[in-house]
């Protein structure tokens, strides 16, 4: 059983480096990120969102973002905490 675990997990994260850099890529920047996510194999875009979240610390969509515009840390799902000054 963990043989397969692990397997599991290999593909997984593969997947989800590929998806990042067609995510990053800007001759891919016209391609909606469900379809970056399909073509990957990742049928359940709310499950490929959460799993894409949980590895890179940021949505798909504020991940993207970020590539072209550093200034833009977040997206309008997530809390703007990243520029407000501390305490």
């Known amino acids: 059983a963990k043989t397969g675990t692990s397997i599991t997990r290999r593909i997984r994260e593969a997947r989800l480096q590929h998806i990042r850099r067609e995510l990053a890529d800007p001759a891919c920047r016209h391609i909606m990120i469900g379809d970056i996510a399909i073509k990957w194999g990742f049928a359940n875009l709310q499950h490929f969102s959460r799993a894409f979240s949980s590895r890179y610390g940021r949505s798909p969509r504020a991940y993207r973002s970020a590539q072209f515009d550093p200034s ?11 520029n407000q000054p501390g305490p």
């Open 72 to 82: 833009k840390v977040s997206d309008s799902n997530e809390p703007e905490t990243a």
